[in-house]
């Protein structure tokens, strides 16, 4: 993992000790070393005006209030990303209606390894790397400059092709579906831009594929969607 | 659960044969009171009988032995009136009997009584015999007159009114039945929702609304009970998690250590394999609780399957799939619009359940199949795994009620509580599940109608 998303500041509340030294000690086994930590409301608002962490990981109940409050309270302070934490269903209606603006939220009980995922998804989404560039199998790509560097040429992006290019980078490696994508460049209800998606992601791998008929970086999922495959 | 009705009909019927029934018990005891007074009365010693007797045994000036050891016998007295007035002969008449009757005094007893005693007379081409009964054996109408008009018409009265009291008898019959049932209808619509355990809510007045405010109480202590479970249910699991996860976490850090004893890392990955068991059981007890009692509003939105099912697939593919499995999925061309009303959430939970049974099912790989089709009015997503499948026992098991819903003492474990999750989901979303036999392995079909 990126030493640049490991050195950010993250901040964990929750009223369970065994718990929180638990998290604890699963980020900085994943080489995360600036962690505070903060077991009631007070103290978490406290540290937050104190250390300013660049990340949050709240429990949904404390013992002197619930976590939606302190997600204001805190974003008040400092805008930062917020991960939930909680003991609820992930089916709970409570949890995406009062969502509020938080990031993304992990259900107990986790797997160590989703926690790390999810935490560096959340920062690497919240801050990019500068400058935006991404090495691909036979090119590099600026986002910022919207342009693809293929050894010496220098071939320009349209704002479609940025966004598609974009959009399977924020996933990178995994797939996206030919809906996300759909509605990522025309959004929403799609249905039925599936060929120009084709057309251009055709223009796509001419773009940044050596040999656009055999594409080593973005990859077709048959019938699914598309991956890209990164050099990062 | 009409029978109420006809338990109504029943009782209705049953009060006017009743009535019927007491009409003739009445003239049966009218015959038995009254039978030895009209053979005596009305029989060989009726004024009509004695008449005849009398005047085959007499003549203008005398009456011979027979006729007068009738009229004694019978405590009668007799006479004879000629036509001039004056009496010929008499039998036993009381002392102040007159001698001679004007026309006036005729035309006064002929029709009744001649000194308290009723009197019967018969004339002849002489004149009459007059029958003298004892006082107060018979009660004679003087005045008694009927008009023609009257007496024809009487048939017809009689006719017209038996006809209008039954009609009459039938409109209550009717009436009552109506009401009853408009009265009843509401408190056995009450019932029947209380026997399948919904809660319901009886709202009438008059002489049943108590039996409509305990049934409404009921209802309520039902509903509360529902709740107070599912919210059990609901703090249970959540209190469960936090520990879960302590627990999940400190085996995970087993597994990573540096420890070289294999025995301990082996350990460490049943402590978790089962801690993901005891994760997907608490979060699918809550949710089937949660839809059990009604709990759980429905996020209905118009969803295209299709999508959904690529995006699940997706998302599985991209967590990864242990290599022994191979995830495929297949879109007719003509479900690719299509979408209906649901929640999307559940949905997909309910294709996570299905999958996540194949490969439970299956430790030593399969193909999984997802299918996305329509049929008739329905669209068809089944998901098939062409792994060990079920034997013909196992299917009936799961035919069988959950442990949730059985009160048999057979506690265990049935069949997982995923499966019953999917049948609350679809079931949730008025859709129904097949289970086809498979040559091989084992299919499961959701269908949902598609919005007309």
Redesign the interface.
Known sequence: MDTYILSKKILIVDD?P??LE??K??LE?AGFSAIVTANTMQSAIETCSKSFPDLAILDVMLPDGDGFTLYNQIQSINSIPIIFLT?????D?KLTGLGLGADDYI???????ELVLRVSAVLRRCYKEEPSVLKLASCEIDFDRAEVIKGSEIIPLTAKEHMLLKTLAD?SG???????LCEALWGENP?GYENSLNAHVRRVREKIELNPSKPESLIT?K???YRLSTRN | MKSYLKYISKHIILVIFLIVALIVLNIFVFIATFNGVVSKDYGDFSPKNMLSIVSENCSKASINDVGIQQLSANNIWAAFIDKEGKSTWTVNVPSDFPKKFSLNDVAIFSKGYLLDYPVFIETNKDGMIILGYPKDSYFKLTNNFFSTMALKKLPMFLLITLLVDCLFIFMIYYRSKKKIKRNIEPIMNGIESLSKGESTSVDVSGDLKDIADGINQASYIITHQNVARANWI?GV???I??P???????S??IK?AAIDDSHIRNYSEIIESN??Q??HLV?DL??VS?LEYDM??L?IEEV?LS?LV??F??DT??RGLAEQYALN???SNDAE?LSIECDS??IN?ALSNLVNNCVKHNPDGCNIDITLSTQDEYIKLSVYDDGVGLSEEQRKELEKPHYMNALDDRLDLRHGLGTILVKQIVQAHHGRIETPVTEKGFKIELCFLLNS
């Open positions: 369970e065994e718990l638990l998290v000690s699963i086994e003991a609820k269903d992930a089916s209606s259900v107990k009980p986790f797997l160590p390894q996933n995994k797939i996206v579906t030919l809906d996300n249905y999922i019938g699914l969607g | 609901a699991s959540h209190d998690r936090t879960l996860s302590i627990i999940l976490g400190y995970d850090r990573t801690c993901i005891i994760k979060s809550n949710l949660m759980q509003p996020q295209r999508k690529r995006s697939v997706a593919l991209n999925f297949e879109i619009p959430r559940l939970r």
